[in-house]
Nanobody, 123 residues
């Protein structure tokens, strides 16, 4: 079992930056996908940024590519999401998820979900 604790988030204006931190603990995550997912009301969650330690890989959905950066600090056991050039359509509840999905982008394959944190982008 892996647990996650997410911090960061909040309300910002379009074009601003935010960083989300996800502190992980528990079972080794070396062979897991560690992913940031988000959800807006009445829609299914979407996994949009994934990080794999073994092998080392980063994956992004086209909606965030070039604006968001996912990274992981082994010493701190923390997954980060740096979000730049935020847009109103980035407004959602954000989750840190870990697991071994069939495809990194398939949110249904993630067993471990941290608590959600709201990100709101509006002028």
């Amino acid at each position: 079992q892996v647990t996650q604790f997410v911090s960061g988030g909040g309300s910002v204006q379009p074009g601003d930056s935010l960083r989300l931190d996800c502190l992980t603990s528990g079972k080794s995550t070396s062979r897991y996908w560690m992913t940031w997912s988000r959800q807006v009301p009445a829609k299914a969650p979407e996994a949009f940024a994934g990080f794999s330690r073994v092998p080392l890989r980063e994956k992004y959905d086209d909606s965030v590519k070039g604006r968001f950066t996912i990274s992981y600090d082994n010493r701190e056991n923390t997954l980060y999401l740096q979000m730049d050039s935020l847009k109103p359509e980035d407004t959602a509840m954000y989750y840190c998820t870990t697991g071994v999905p069939a495809a990194w982008w398939d949110y249904r394959g993630y067993r471990n979900w941290g608590q959600g944190i709201q990100v709101t982008v509006s002028s």
